[in-house]
């Protein structure tokens, strides 16, 4: 093994190996590893922050510190990382090169490069597990478990599942895998193991603190933080699948004023469209977007539009795309990557040209007439069949690069709108990556059945991906498949919108079956073929869901100062919205623990009812005085309560 120390950097040689170790942002270093002659010079998820770290060089041994964070390479190469002098990470190894204490003969390495072609690798890095060690973070997955440990996960982008692959421990420290390419994590008991399928070096990043607080700091400050969240956006969000004109539209809008009920944003959802790719109005169904705007506008309404990124081959737009290059790719058979009503290719995020073409695009066609919220729907992207071997971006392989996408497609429409002097910017996608918060992605959950049992697994993904990164997370209210005639979807309705209150943004959305609406054409294109859901807003349900929301929603109005206040932290600090309890009470073990219960913001405590037939249940208070914002009445914390749940009621404590 041959040290370099120079420049406040530490390289290593080993064999095939280089070795990059560096100070990157407080208490943090990022190390890179290759079998190339030379590293990429990509920095992938992080920002330019890198510093001069202390470095240390014996025979044995090379070290490097950046304030609480130290790593150590020994001379054979094994790799350990120290918090205030105390070891919190360490290289798995069991081969005859580690000098361990375990056995040298299984030869498992704790980096392996396995060559796919040229100087691309399929990447394993292992490190060794650490008993009552808690794992939280990694993006969105839907399944209700908050600690993964023990799981397996999948990076990859799918239509409700979003890889964002960065964890926070118990032990003190935050991890990055800073790589935006297809591949695995398992966080075993045994060992813990990230895997790139295709990849030319290994690039991870890691700090460490006293509290998750300041190590989230750390983490945003390298990889970004969302702008400040517009404050009429704060309110309730109306949306359904679909509203298919804009007399529709406007009704809805008419409806609430004439009810007297705020409603700050509108959305017309997809297929207001001719065909995809069109990224432009039906006339026959929109006949003058000027005039709807103008009147939500005077309604003080915002409207939000469906921007697909799929282009249909028979769109106006898909000959000069194709031609020019600006669409995904695919390495064998059929051009095709996507057959939801219609034969489809998608345009390319990770080509600067394909960005600017479609913000042109939809300034020309929608931003024109003050339509400046968009959803970027399908943001993953989703694909007919995820073989992400088959496509192929302006950037690589979507085995190497394809996680990146809706990072990238955020950036296309943050650019175009900050660039025409935009001051409050929010856009709702399907996705996100690593810094996704810093264009102004409000992420959403995707398309998730209406059932209690989804319902559990959003809790866990909004905590989750809060702590990876991503402040401004959304479910849709009551779910997005199903139907009205279920005997429980109304309580599961309120239910999910009492939890919605208390989350960064209350928007009502779904696909309310059966589908016994006809279609406003016989046409297979158009914006009147596709269906309709049935009706979506608080009126829809009977007078008691009815009481119940509007209820619901007064309670999120009466809070606005205090939700902008939190919204401002997040913008400053990266703090998630809705926090786990440990994220505020990290002193207190049972807080590691609690995982059907959250902090919005640092004040209330929430306890959403998650299972249907429920009208009570147990909730944890940490030290201090809480009080009961329904009924004024005081508890004292460092103890679990039964709190009464009767269906107009979620649990909320207020911190004194």
Not at 11 to 38: M, P, Q, S, Y
Not at 78 to 86: C, L, N
Not at 374 to 387: C, I, K, Q, R, T
Not at 578 to 600: A, G, H, L, N, S
């Amino acid at each position: 093994m041959f040290f370099d120390g120079s420049d406040g950097r530490l390289e290593a040689f080993w064999r095939n190996e280089k070795i990059l170790i560096e100070a990157w942002g407080k208490n943090a270093l990022r190390i890179r590893v290759t079998h190339n002659a030379d590293f990429t010079g990509n920095n992938n998820a992080l920002e330019e922050t890198k510093s001069k770290g202390e470095v240390e060089i014996t025979e044995e041994k090379a070290r490097i510190s950046n304030g609480k964070i130290s790593c150590e390479i020994h001379e054979s190469g094994w790799i350990e990382f120290f918090k205030d002098g105390k070891l919190i990470l360490k290289e798995y190894s069991r081969d005859s090169w580690t000098a361990n204490e375990h056995s040298p003969s299984m030869k498992f390495s704790a980096r392996e490069f396995k060559s796919v072609s040229g100087s691309d690798y399929r990447i394993t890095a292992r490190f060794e597990s650490q008993k009552g060690e808690r794992i939280f973070g990694m993006g969105q997955y839907q399944q209700e478990n908050l600690d993964l440990k023990g799981c397996v996960l999948e990076l990859a982008q799918r239509n409700s599942q979003i890889s964002i692959p960065f964890y926070i421990s118990n032990k003190g420290y935050g991890f990055l895998w800073n790589n935006g390419g297809i591949g695995e994590v398992m966080f075993g008991m045994n060992y813990t193991q990230w895997q790139s399928k295709l990849s030319e070096e290994l690039d991870y990043w890691i700090t460490c603190d006293d509290t998750p607080k300041s190590i989230i700091e750390s983490y945003t400050a390298v990889t970004g933080r969302a702008p400040k969240f517009p404050e009429n956006a704060l309110g309730l969000w109306q949306c359904k699948l679909r509203y298919r004109t804009q007399e529709e539209v406007l009704g809805v809008a008419r409806e609430y004023k004439r009810r007297g009920i705020p409603l700050d944003v509108i959305v017309i959802d997809f297929f207001h469209w001719i065909r995809q790719g069109d990224w432009s109005f039906d006339p026959k169904y929109w006949p003058n977007p000027q005039e709807m705007m103008d009147e939500l506008k005077e309604m003080g309404v915002r409207c939000m539009v469906s921007i697909w990124p799929t282009v249909d081959r028979k769109s106006v737009n898909f000959q000069e795309m194709f031609n020019k290059g600006l669409v995904i790719r695919t390495e064998r058979g059929s051009i095709q990557c996507f057959d939801f009503q219609g034969d489809t290719v998608i345009y390319d995020a990770l080509n600067p040209k394909a960005r600017e073409f479609i913000w042109d695009k939809v300034k020309e066609n929608y931003y024109k007439y003050g339509i400046d919220m968009f959803w970027l729907d399908e943001a993953e992207p989703e694909y007919s069949a995820y073989d992400f071997d088959n496509y192929r971006h302006f950037t690589g392989s979507a085995l190497k690069v394809g996680n990146m996408y809706p990072k990238a497609h955020a950036k296309a429409f943050y650019d175009g709108m900050i660039k025409e002097g935009q001051k409050d910017v929010v856009n709702l996608l399907r996705c996100a990556w690593v810094g996704s918060q810093k264009y102004a992605a409000l992420v959403w959950s995707g398309d998730i059945k209406s059932t209690f049992t989804a319902l559990r697994d959003q809790l866990s993904a909004g905590l989750n991906i809060g702590l990876a990164g991503i402040p401004w997370w959304v479910s849709d209210t009551g779910g997005f498949f199903g139907s009205v005639y279920d005997e429980h979807f109304n309580e599961l309705l309120v239910r999910w919108f009492q939890f919605s209150t208390f989350c960064p943004v209350l928007r009502m959305h779904g696909d309310r079956g059966p589908h016994d609406t006809p279609t406003l054409s016989d046409l297979d294109y158009g914006g009147g073929f596709s269906e309709t859901g049935r009706p979506n807003e608080l009126w829809s349900f009977g007078e008691d869901v009815y009481e119940i929301l509007k209820k619901y929603l007064d309670i999120r109005l009466s809070m606005k100062d205090y939700i902008k206040s939190v919204m401002d932290e997040s913008s400053s600090k990266g703090y998630p919205v809705i926090r786990t309890m440990f994220f505020e009470f990290p002193e207190d073990e049972k807080c590691w623990e609690v995982d059907d219960q959250y902090m919005f913001g640092s004040k209330y405590l929430v306890a959403p009812v998650l299972y249907q037939g429920v009208d009570k249940r147990k909730v944890y208070l940490p030290e201090g005085k809480w009080k009961n914002i329904h009924t004024d009445e005081i508890f004292e914390g460092g103890q679990s309560i039964i709190s009464d749940a009767p269906i107009d009621i979620i649990p909320v404590f207020e911190k004194m």
